[in-house]
Every structure is written in structure tokens, then in C-alpha cells.
């Protein structure tokens, strides 16, 4: 026993770890930047709100990675899942119904690149059909 522990004791390793980390200034800023190519679709139907939301494959060299929706606050959000996408004409589409008894305020958050670049952005909350959330 006591040549097993030493041996494990000599024994070499290694661990590689990579992080990165966003601030909330460079958060904001992408999601400006690129909120113009992230489309949100809303219809009513009887008493659900139907939302569809377009994601391109990627924004410059940053692979789409997927796509959230986070109720209430970004902070501390009261209700958070992750949308299952399937691709149609060549982006990324996720859908989710509602019904307008349980409106809330919405955001979809869209995630790019290993490093997680997000573009958050309201669901609108004014135009056609859209409810105020």
C-alpha cells in the first residue's frame, strides 16, 4: 500500500483548463451589435402567443451554440430553459407557445463561440400582435 501511495505521489500529471469571462459592458455591447440579426416572430392564436425566433449558423467566425429563454430578470430570472432549435433555410429557428394569462417579461438570450458571446435582447414588447411583456 505504502508503494502505491508514493508511486501516485511521484506520479506526473497535468490538467489544462481554459476560461474566459464577459463583462456586463461587453454583454450589452453584443447584444446591440448583433440584436439586428436574431428575428422574433410573434402571433396570437386563440388565447396563446406563439414565438418564433430565427438565429443565424453563426456571427462572424462564432459557431451558433443555442438559444435560452429566461423569464422575469437576466439576473435572477424566475423561470430558465434552453430551446431546442432545428435549422430551416440555412439559420437556426426554436419556437415556444404561451398562453397570454402567464405573459411576464421575456428574454431570449442567443449564444455564440466556445467563450459564449450572447445576444440578449428583450422579446418585443411593441408591433403587431405582440404582447407587452
Known amino acids: 500500500m505504502r508503494i502505491y501511495c508514493l508511486a501516485l505521489y511521484f506520479f506526473c500529471s497535468a490538467v489544462f483548463a481554459t476560461s474566459c469571462y464577459i463583462t456586463e459592458e461587453q454583454r450589452t455591447e453584443n447584444s446591440i451589435k448583433y440584436q439586428d440579426q436574431?428575428?422574433?416572430?410573434?402571433?396570437?392564436?386563440?388565447?396563446?402567443?406563439?414565438?418564433?425566433?430565427?438565429?443565424?449558423?453563426?456571427?462572424?467566425?462564432?459557431?451558433?451554440?443555442?438559444?435560452?429563454?429566461?423569464?422575469?430578470?437576466?439576473?435572477?430570472?424566475?423561470?430558465?430553459?434552453?430551446?431546442?432549435?432545428?435549422e430551416e433555410n440555412g439559420k437556426n429557428v426554436a419556437w415556444y407557445t404561451i398562453n397570454t394569462g402567464l405573459i411576464r417579461r421575456h428574454f431570449i438570450v442567443a449564444s455564440f463561440g466556445e467563450c459564449s458571446m450572447d445576444d440578449e435582447m428583450d422579446a418585443p414588447q411593441n408591433g403587431v400582435n405582440a404582447p407587452n411583456w
Open 38 to 86: 436574431v428575428e422574433i416572430e410573434i402571433t396570437l392564436s386563440d388565447s396563446d402567443y406563439s414565438v418564433m425566433i430565427s438565429i443565424p449558423s453563426q456571427i462572424g467566425e462564432l459557431p451558433f451554440q443555442g438559444v435560452f429563454l429566461v423569464t422575469d430578470s437576466l439576473e435572477d430570472p424566475t423561470f430558465f430553459t434552453q430551446l431546442q432549435p432545428f
